[in-house]
């Protein structure tokens, strides 16, 4: 299990850096840094799949919000993968968007 807190460096699109949160069984994990107005979510990326999850921590649950070319097994997998890691991506989100508001109060 491969674990990166907060990558910046590898994925970037439009000069707006995509942290990874985690890299497991082939799934990229990630957040937008341009969303900051919406509540707490993960992207998820996986070959031509691609999948965004609302994250719940209230009652630790997840909503699907999209999902595109991903089969019904891979849906499990990384269902499963969000539910075993949920408080550290909810830790990563709180860390990434204290960051972000620092950087715009700079």
Request: charged letters at 30%.
């Amino acid at each position: 299990m491969q674990k990166s807190g907060l990558c910046y460096e590898k994925f970037v699109t439009n000069e707006m850096p995509m942290p990874t949160v985690l890299l497991l069984l082939g799934w990229r994990l990630f957040f937008y840094a341009n969303e900051g107005s919406e509540p707490i979510h993960i992207h998820c990326r996986k070959g031509d799949m691609e999948c965004k999850f609302w994250l719940n921590t209230q009652s630790f649950d997840i909503e699907e919000a999209f999902s595109f070319n991903v089969t019904r097994a891979e849906k499990r997998v990384i269902r499963k993968i969000i539910f075993e890691h949920f408080e550290y991506i909810e830790k990563q989100w709180e860390l990434f968007q204290g960051g972000r508001n620092e950087k715009t109060r700079r």
